[in-house]
């Protein structure tokens, strides 16, 4: 009989690493899903281990990613994590990129686990955009600030701000951050939660590189993302924000644009400002 | 030793003694800087990423010379080298400007899945062939010299044909490439196979040796797990001195990936190895008027851990 194929050989014992059906079915005297030939050959003790020390360290990074999902979910949590891998097993050469298919994998398939906690998904993505962010490669240095202070009207309709590249938007249907805290806080699963939608802003610090999560309103989520997709200056953000707010008395609006700016600027959302081509 | 590998080992620059770069050991790796000859890292660790450890790659490649020592290459896997990872890798290992490149002899890939450990091969002659055919491609299209790393493994591969001293040897004679030689790893696979270790570097070219890793283990039960995660104990500091003794090594370096001591206890590991290599093979250390530009002292922010970062050790 020949030896069995190196690539027979490897997908075999991928499998019996991995999949912890075939894997206990063989341990259990089933051949079905090995060879033979290759059946014989194997040391059931070394599959044992190998997938014990696999297992672990695919576990490990998933908690790592998802530290509120995992202490949400208490005693669930390892096997959803190893039905999540069964069905998204990693695929990329960069570890934590292992679990960069989970959040879609709650909103799909957990239905019973989304009944109890509807914001589940929500709190996956929520968690896994941290990681994202801590890792995206930008594609080029940050842009420098032309300007110190915005002081004149010039000022104002020349320059527009810089906005941080490493920052994702996203908009929820639940308080995620605020729910985020409450979980991290307290020993108690919130399951009585209220929709609310929310806007949130997770950005990349220039000089610690940790991510800051900002909780924003939606006036002040559309000029982030406004200024980060055109080029608008500062006083056509302003008009902008402006006729957003057509019911309230301008000059509050105005006053509210400055601190919103000030404060962006000073937790670098915002890096400073640019002219406006 | 044949081949042109022989060449290009005396083109090789001597590195010395080095450390892993690792986030938990990177601000006192760089406040010692003066005691640390050059470091190796992880290349999944950093290729295509940026933030803190683009940062902190950025930081090392100013005070060390860096050497990269990959986990995901897959050199024995049967799936077709990922050209995504060898983009990647070679725009990497340009910008640190890597005299060599390394990685195991493992599989860790299996139909596009990444098991992220390695995985023992069977001792074949297919495997050989296939191996040193994969080694020679990713060499030639990284275009740097290419180490290969023995591992540590648990669990004899179905269907072996001879002595993994001997798929080591044959692999790296076909592929033409050099030894990362870890002298830990044939230590705990003696222990856990019933091996004179000393046997097995006689049976290997030695002569192929540019770099030597050395590291502690654990014990699970009745078995040595490599865990990078022990002080290195007084066998495998023989070992490394015997195989210093016979071959021209160009760098050692101590792998620590877990279960990280306080960092003098570090240093004196590597004023332990540093201690052999001056008595066996002084020539090493003959870089050693490096300039310290900016570092010595350096102080670096402890970074938030969230993920996980890649190390060359089964998790244990």
Redesign the interface.
């Known amino acids: 009989m020949p030896p069995s194929s190196l690539r027979e050989i490897e997908k075999t014992m991928t499998l019996l690493f991995m999949n912890r059906e075939a894997r206990e079915d063989f341990l259990a005297g089933s051949n079905k899903d090995v060879p033979d030939l290759i059946a014989d050959e194997i040391d059931k003790w070394g599959v044992e281990l190998y997938a014990d020390l696999l297992n672990y360290g695919h576990h490990d990074v998933m908690k790592s990613i998802f530290p509120l999902c995992a202490k949400l979910l208490g005693k669930k949590w390892d096997g959803i994590v190893d039905d999540y891998l069964h069905t998204c097993p990693p695929n990329h050469f960069n570890l934590n990129r292992t679990a960069k298919r989970f959040p879609k994998y709650v909103e799909n398939s957990l239905d019973d686990e989304r009944k109890r906690f509807p914001y589940l998904a929500e709190l996956a993505d929520y968690e896994w955009i941290e990681m994202e962010l801590l890792e995206l490669e930008l594609d080029q240095d940050l842009p420098k600030s032309e300007l110190g202070n915005l002081e004149s009207p010039e000022h104002f309709t020349n320059y527009r701000p810089v906005v941080n590249p490493a920052m994702i938007m996203r908009h929820y249907q639940y308080p995620i951050i605020a729910i985020a805290e409450r979980i991290e806080a307290s020993k108690h699963k919130p399951t009585k939660v209220k929709p609310g939608e929310s806007d949130v802003v997770v950005f990349r610090s220039p000089e610690t590189n940790g991510c800051r999560f900002l909780s924003v309103g939606p006036v002040a989520a559309k000029i982030i993302e406004t200024a980060r997709d055109s080029r608008m200056t500062y006083a056509e953000l302003i008009s902008m924000a402006v006729s957003m707010n057509a019911n309230d008395d301008p000059t509050r609006v105005v006053a509210d644009f400055l601190e919103l700016v000030e404060h962006l600027q000073t937790n670098q959302l915002f890096l400073g400002s640019t002219k406006s081509a | 030793m044949t081949g042109l590998f022989a060449d290009i080992k005396k083109s090789l620059p001597n590195l010395g003694v080095g450390l892993g770069l690792r986030r938990e050991l990177a601000g006192n790796t760089f406040e010692n800087a003066d005691q640390i000859d050059w470091l190796e890292f992880v290349p999944?660790n950093y290729?295509?990423?940026?933030?803190?450890?683009?940062?902190r790659l950025e930081r090392a490649r100013r005070a060390f010379p860096l050497v990269s020592h990959g986990?995901?290459l897959s050199l024995?896997?049967?799936d077709e080298l990922?050209p995504?990872?060898i983009t990647s890798i070679s725009k990497l290992l340009d910008s640190v400007d890597s005299p060599w490149w390394s990685d195991h002899l493992c599989?860790t890939?299996?139909?596009?899945?990444?098991?992220?450990?390695l995985?023992p091969?069977?001792f074949?002659h297919?495997?050989v062939e296939?191996v040193a055919k994969r080694a020679r491609q990713a060499q030639e299209q990284v275009g740097r010299p290419l180490l290969i790393e023995n591992i540590s493994f648990?669990?004899?591969?179905?269907?072996h044909?001879m002595t993994e001293a001997q798929f080591l040897a044959e692999v790296l004679e076909k592929a033409d490439c050099g030894l990362l030689l870890d002298v830990n790893n044939i230590y705990v696979n003696s222990v856990n196979h019933g091996f004179d270790p000393y046997e097995f570097l006689n049976q290997i070219p030695l002569e192929r040796t540019v770099q030597i890793h050395i590291a502690g283990h654990s014990h699970k039960n009745d078995?040595i797990i490599d865990t990078h995660g022990a002080s290195v104990v007084e066998p495998v500091f023989a070992l490394l001195r015997y195989v210093l003794e016979r071959a021209d090594v160009k760098a050692v370096m101590l792998e620590r990936d877990q279960n990280f001591p306080a960092f003098k206890e570090i240093l004196s590991e590597l004023c332990e190895i540093r201690k052999i290599v001056k008595e066996t093979r002084p020539q090493m250390l003959q870089h050693r008027d490096r300039a310290l530009p900016e570092v010595a002292g350096m102080q670096w922010?402890e970074?938030?851990?969230?993920?996980?970062?890649?190390a060359a050790v089964?998790?244990?």
């Open positions: 999944e290729m295509g990423l940026g933030g803190a450890a683009r940062e986990i995901n024995g896997s049967t990922n995504e990872y599989f890939s299996y139909g596009g899945t990444y098991m992220h450990d995985l091969l069977p074949s297919e495997a296939h648990y669990m004899q591969m179905p269907g044909e078995v922010r970074e938030k851990s969230k993920g996980r970062e890649h089964l998790s244990a």
